[in-house]
């Protein structure tokens, strides 16, 4: 007989090293917007595995890529050139008007990818310092955890990487009085994730813009949740109106499977031989996975179906919303948000385990939403009645 949850949690228990709290629940297959775990139960996904699973769990065309690459050229270096990382590039190129790509495997590389960017071009006048957000989430590297503007991380795994200046989000007046000839660039997400689905206005990022340009920093957007069609939009910048200098990706782009991306113009190009680089860049692997997600993506038109799928989403939070208290539901496309009158995310979380939906809850009281973008209308109805009756079942 094959293992059960509580057995696998064990196991894994005693190995993992430690780091996260996780439930007594281990998922051996997937399809579509369901997991299945070893126990044989089924779970409709609205996590979405952190905003990664843009074409549903174990979808046919990564399947075909992956089998397809790794039969032909599974790795070759990136000291040498290979087809699909030039096309995959090519076509990030084309889809966001960026002309350079830097392709890694994680978020959080992207993101570092920036950073060094930044730096380098700020070192040409002395300047330094990254403008980032409070409750602004950018990886678990060490610089990256330092752009990060969690409170819960101030004091770990000190000395800091310095240089990292933390402003609130939406507040145009810290933003103004932050910029100086020391900041080399401005790096924030269109719509903070792991804050607890933080829209920034358009006003905000106008303002950004606009004071990047007169102090000679470069603005950069951390789009790796944002990104991919996720809200709506190919990129969430193109609907805040205002072009970044640097965008980074992640997540939905390999749908699964670990590929991000850092893009920038041409003339923003500063890196020399060495300055950039990993075994594991450029790979052909994730290549051609990213390559098979984007033309599952166009083929599916999974863009458009992010903003209607996101908007038949809101409609039921908000006819749940008076019954039940919900509050300050936002977001857009697949990336939704609401509040509780409670801090009871976590236990709401829970209620909806029970009823076989997962759900996310990065701050006390807000859940975070984030199916993949093939969820079907079925799907959308089938978690309005678990979200319901897991709601029913924490009131009483
Ligand atoms: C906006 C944002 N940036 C960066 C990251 C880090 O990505 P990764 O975990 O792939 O390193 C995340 C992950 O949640 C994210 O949401």
């Known amino acids: 007989m094959s293992p059960s949850n509580a057995q696998w949690a064990q196991a894994g228990s005693s190995v993992w090293m430690g780091g996260a709290k996780r439930p007594d629940l ?10 299945r775990d070893a126990d044989g139960r089924e779970y409709l996904d609205f996590v979405g595995g952190w905003a990664v699973c843009a074409l549903g769990h174990s979808p046919a065309a990564v399947a075909r890529a992956l089998g397809g690459q790794a039969s032909t050229l599974l790795h070759c270096s990136p000291g040498y050139w290979n087809p699909p990382a030039i096309a995959l590039a090519q076509k990030l190129s084309s889809l966001s008007g960026f002309g350079r790509v830097f392709l890694g495997c994680t978020g959080a590389e992207a993101n570092e990818c920036a950073i060094k960017l930044a730096r380098k071009r700020g070192a040409a006048t002395g300047a330094w310092k990254i403008v980032a957000t409070l409750d602004g989430f950018h990886g678990r590297t060490l610089a990256t955890m330092s752009a990060t503007g969690k409170p819960a ?18 507040d145009i007046g810290a933003l103004e009085a932050a910029m100086d000839k020391d900041v080399c660039a401005v790096l924030f997400e269109p719509v903070q994730g792991e804050g607890g689905v933080v829209p920034f206005s358009v006003e905000y990022a106008a303002k950004a813009r606009e004071l ?10 951390d789009e790796v949740q944002t990104g991919m069609g ?17 965008l980074t990706l992640g997540k939905g782009l390999g749908a699964g499977y670990p590929l991000s991306a850092c893009l920038t113009d041409a003339k923003f190009d500063l890196f020399e031989p060495g300055d950039q680089g990993g075994t594991f860049t450029y790979h052909p692997l994730g290549a051609a996975v990213g ?19 996101g908007l038949a989403l809101r409609a039921k939070l908000e006819a749940l919303a008076p019954e039940f208290g919900l509050r ?32 996310n809850s990065p701050r006390p009281s807000s ?25 029913i079942a924490m009131a009483a």
């Open 26 to 35: 281990c998922f051996v297959a997937g399809s579509g917007s369901r997991l």
């Open 153 to 170: 991380w101030q004091g770990l795994f000190g000395p800091k990487v310095p240089g990292f200046v933390h402003v609130p989000p939406n």
């Open 212 to 221: 990047c340009d007169k102090h000679g920093a470069l603005l950069v957007f």
């Open 230 to 246: 996720r809200c709506g939009s190919w990129f969430a910048f193109q609907d805040l109106g205002v072009r970044p200098d640097v």
């Open 291 to 309: 390559l098979a997600v984007i033309q599952e993506m166009e083929r599916l038109d999974l863009v458009a179906r992010s903003k209607s799928a």
């Open 328 to 359: 300050d539901i936002r977001g857009s496309g697949l990336l939704q948000a609401f509040d509780l009158p409670d801090p009871t995310g976590q236990e709401l979380v829970a209620a909806a385990l029970r009823e076989g939906l997962l759900l």
């Open 367 to 391: 859940i975070r939403l984030m199916p993949p973008l093939v969820v079907t209308d079925g799907d959308i109805e089938e978690f309005g009645q678990k979200l319901k009756h897991a709601l």
